[in-house]
């Protein structure tokens, strides 16, 4: 059964931590791996990873892929209040299927 | 942790047909519950907000007679995708919060099939 799982589900960190999210998957004929951050109402993109050990970077996040060990880490460096949000990893696969993790839910105190 | 579960995981209909959608809090009351869609190699897109006892309030663009929100529990919506068609093939997901400053929570999705 295809699957993503996401760790840690909720995490609390102060302002200008550093954090890493973690995502793994399980899935037949992989594609992509997407992140998404979601504040409100629809996740906004962050990155899609296709291949193994490219670091992708946008400011203060950055997100790499493992394809050998099946999983992808996002960080977000000098954490911001603004960051506060839900992550969500998504796997693309085979016949365009899209598998969701549960997200992992971000909350960083002044 | 806040759950929500989404049913079915996959279906597959016949044109003409009608399909419906469950998404259910767990362990947790949610007073808004989001419907989006998604089509192949693109992002998720926001169908709906559906607030328990009231009426969705559709994004524009959806048709609200052909997609129809029920949310009338506190852990309950659905979706219900009546005379589908297979162009309304596509990745049915939803999310769940039990207020602002809570966050929200997505189900797993539920992937249809319109043959």
């Known amino acids: 059964e295809d699957k993503v799982v996401q760790s840690p589900l909720s995490l609390v960190v102060h302002e200008g931590d550093t954090v890493t999210l973690n995502c793994s998957y399980e899935?037949?004929?992989?594609?992509?791996l997407l992140w998404y951050k979601q504040e409100k109402k629809a996740p906004t993109f962050l990155f899609m990873l296709?291949?193994?050990?490219i670091e992708k970077k946008s400011g203060r996040l950055s997100s790499i892929l493992d394809k050998k060990e099946l999983f992808s880490i996002l960080n977000i460096t000098a954490t911001q209040t603004g960051d506060s949000a839900v992550y969500l990893c998504a796997v693309e696969a085979g016949g365009f299927k899209t598998i969701f993790g549960a997200g992992t839910r971000l909350f960083v105190k002044a | 942790g806040a759950v929500v579960s989404q049913h079915p995981s996959r279906v597959i209909c016949k044109s003409g047909t009608s399909v419906k959608i469950e998404c259910r809090s767990l362990?947790?009351?949610?007073?808004?519950m989001f419907w989006y869609r998604q089509f192949p190699k693109q992002s998720l897109m926001l169908m709906a907000t559906s607030n328990e006892g009231s009426k969705a309030t559709y994004e524009q663009g959806v048709e609200k007679d052909k997609f129809l929100i029920n949310h009338a529990s506190l852990t309950l919506s659905t979706l219900t995708v009546t005379s589908a068609h297979p162009e309304d093939s596509s990745f049915y997901i939803c999310?769940?919060?039990?207020?602002?400053?809570?966050?929200?929570?997505f189900g797993s999705g539920t992937r249809l099939t319109v043959v």
């Open positions: 899935v037949t004929n992989f594609r992509s």
């Open positions: 999310s769940a919060g039990a207020g602002a400053g809570y966050g929200y929570t």
């Open positions: 296709t291949s193994s050990g």
């Open positions: 362990d947790f009351q949610a007073t808004t």
